[in-house]
């Protein structure tokens, strides 16, 4: 998988300690989040951009479903729902769409075909998303991007 070097996703400390605790309260299910914040586009030189998400909010979906990601994308209803309420009251763009493995953090099959599936829907939202996946065990994460029909690796940057 490409490394996409100009997708920089910043993630303060405190984002990253409530992921940690979605993760475990979780357990032994696979935990399901929404990250909010701003996006910056920096022009680095004639047509060339860099783009910075810069995390802000993290919404733990709480689920009994043993697959909570499966479900949030199979109700685009809801996904709809949670993003119109936190969009509306807190004036913040979705950036990412968080769930964790019980161990690795790279996209399976069915995480691929969902970031296409949602990158190609109408929830125009959900476009440019990052998808984050958390690894139960060591709880490191990486994150990915799909666009012109691609799964990109980006950056993520913990910030204090
Ligand atoms: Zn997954």
Not at 63 to 89: G, H, M, Q, V, W
Not at 131 to 148: E, L, V
Request: glycine share 2%; hydrophobic share 35%; with cysteine.
């Amino acid at each position: 998988m490409k490394l996409q070097e100009d997708i920089i996703f910043r993630i303060p400390k405190e984002i990253y300690s409530k992921a940690i605790d979605c993760v475990n309260n979780a357990h032994p299910y696979e935990a399901c989040a929404l990250i909010f914040g701003n996006k910056e586009e920096i022009k680095i030189a004639e047509n060339n951009y860099r783009y910075e998400y810069i995390g802000m909010k993290f919404i733990c979906i709480e689920s009994d479903n043993k697959s909570s990601i499966a479900f949030l994308i199979k109700n685009e209803e809801k996904l709809n729902t949670i993003f119109l309420e936190i969009s509306k009251n807190l004036n913040m763009k979705l950036l990412s769409i968080f769930h964790s493995h019980p161990s690795g953090n790279h996209p399976s099959t069915t995480d691929k075909k969902n970031m296409k599936m949602l990158e190609k829907s109408n929830l125009n939202a959900f476009r440019y998303s990052i998808w984050t996946i958390m690894d139960s065990q060591d709880k490191s994460m990486k994150g990915y991007i799909y666009y012109n029909n691609e799964i990109y690796q980006i950056q993520i940057k913990r910030e204090n």
